[in-house]
């Protein structure tokens, strides 16, 4: 993949449809087509609810104005339970999509739940080198995988 920022941008609320008709390629900012977000509601084989989000990537060079090189190069999935993302995937084209599904919505609904997790205060993170945002933010690592992950309480 070329150098450049990556990212994704321009969504609207899509289908699978909008997203397989969609053009991938070079455009400019001006002229680059509104991409579709697209979210699937699925369930893995045990039967666990898994929320599928399906996002565009691109990537911009040069400094920002309408003739900016903007090339929409695939797309990201990013899978959730329970509002926590779980697993994620790109591919490089919609066909793809079909073919990664499954192993996604498996590999979220295998995942670990982070129960028991300990909430860390600021001290510990200012210590430990970990981001925190000050009141309302949460940091909290999981006793079983050890991950750490944050939440805002705010809003
Ligand atoms: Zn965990």
């Known amino acids: 993949m070329p150098k450049g920022m990556i990212g994704q ?3 609207y609320q899509g289908t699978m449809d909008d997203l397989r008709a969609l053009k991938l390629g070079e455009y400019t900012r001006e002229n ?4 579709p977000l697209v979210s699937l509601k699925m369930q893995s084989e045990n039967g666990t609810e898994i929320e599928v989000s399906i996002y565009t990537n691109y990537w911009c060079d040069g400094p920002y104005g309408p003739d900016q090189p903007m090339t929409l190069c695939g797309f990201s999935l990013y ?3 329970g509002g926590e993302q ?3 995937k ?4 919609a ?5 990664v599904l499954p192993d996604l919505v498996e590999e979220a609904a295998a995942a670990c739940q982070h129960k ?3 909430e860390l205060k600021m001290p510990e993170c200012r210590d430990r080198r970990i981001y925190h ?9 999981c006793p079983t995988c050890g991950e750490v992950y944050s939440y805002d309480s705010s809003g």
């Open 9 to 11: 941008a321009w969504n």
């Open 32 to 35: 680059c087509p509104k991409t």
């Open 79 to 81: 899978a959730y339970r």
């Open 86 to 88: 779980k697993a994620n």
């Open 90 to 93: 790109s591919v490089d084209a």
């Open 95 to 99: 066909d793809e999509i079909d073919l």
């Open 116 to 118: 028991g997790s300990r």
């Open 133 to 141: 945002a000050g009141n309302c933010f949460h940091v909290l690592e």
